[in-house]
């Protein structure tokens, strides 16, 4: 099961194999209209606290990467390079001069008018909400050892798995110590988007 992949990558971290992919570097474009920052900013995802991740727009290899993903979204939708974050400085931004740009930087559109424009054009990238009222367990048993074990999330973290209920006040105490990890969150995007039929989901407080 991923749930079970995911841990052992945590656990085994193999010397002679490739870097296991939850700790490869990604980038993403962090922006919001109402709590900033101000203009959207390339930043390494492992710096990133787990209650700012829905301000978190795409999943890329390298901030080159990220801002190349914002750039393109900028010309096709006619936002202002400036307002992006693409470009620092006075007006016009080279959107504007190759007739991409709506006219922001040179007062032709307002700041409000571009900022909605700008959350639906990354709309489509924007992080998922943590799709359950707070974390939860996932039940699974192993047929090979015979054991059952509980994988604890909270907002796209594993936060550890215990072997009994017992353990599992433990584990959710760790919840403000555990960095929010890109590479579990798109394992667990695939994850619960076709989850086992066999899977238990434990609902804790």
């Known amino acids: 099961m991923l749930i079970r992949h995911i841990r052992w990558l945590k656990q085994l971290q193999p010397l002679h194999n490739s ?9 993403a474009v962090q922006w919001d209209p109402v709590d900033g920052p101000s203009i959207p900013l390339p930043v390494d995802t492992a710096g990133v606290d787990a209650s700012e991740t829905s301000r978190l727009h795409g999943m890329f290899r390298s901030r080159r990467t990220a801002l190349n993903a914002l750039r393109k979204i900028a010309d096709e939708h006619g ?30 559109e307002s700041a409000i008018a571009h900022s909605m424009r700008l ?3 990354l709309h489509a990238l924007r992080t998922r909400d943590w799709p ?10 192993d047929d090979m050892t015979g054991r059952t074990e509980i994988h604890v999330l909270d907002r796209w973290r594993h936060l550890g798995t215990a ?14 110590d555990t960095p929010f ?12 988007r076709s989850m086992p039929r066999d899977s238990e989901i434990v609902k804790l407080g």
Do not use: M, N
């Open 19 to 27: 870097k296991p992919r939850q700790d490869e570097e990604l980038w």
């Open 79 to 108: 936002l202002c390079h400036i307002g992006s974050g693409l470009q620092a400085g006075p007006g016009p931004c080279l959107g504007f001069q190759l007739k991409h740009c709506r006219g922001l930087c040179v007062g032709r």
């Open 119 to 121: 959350v639906q054009a």
């Open 132 to 141: 359950h009222a707070g974390p939860i367990g996932i039940r699974e048993h």
């Open 163 to 176: 072997d009994a209920d017992a353990d599992l006040q433990e584990i959710l105490q760790t919840r403000a």
């Open 181 to 192: 990890d890109a590479g579990i969150y798109k394992l667990l995007v695939q994850y619960f």
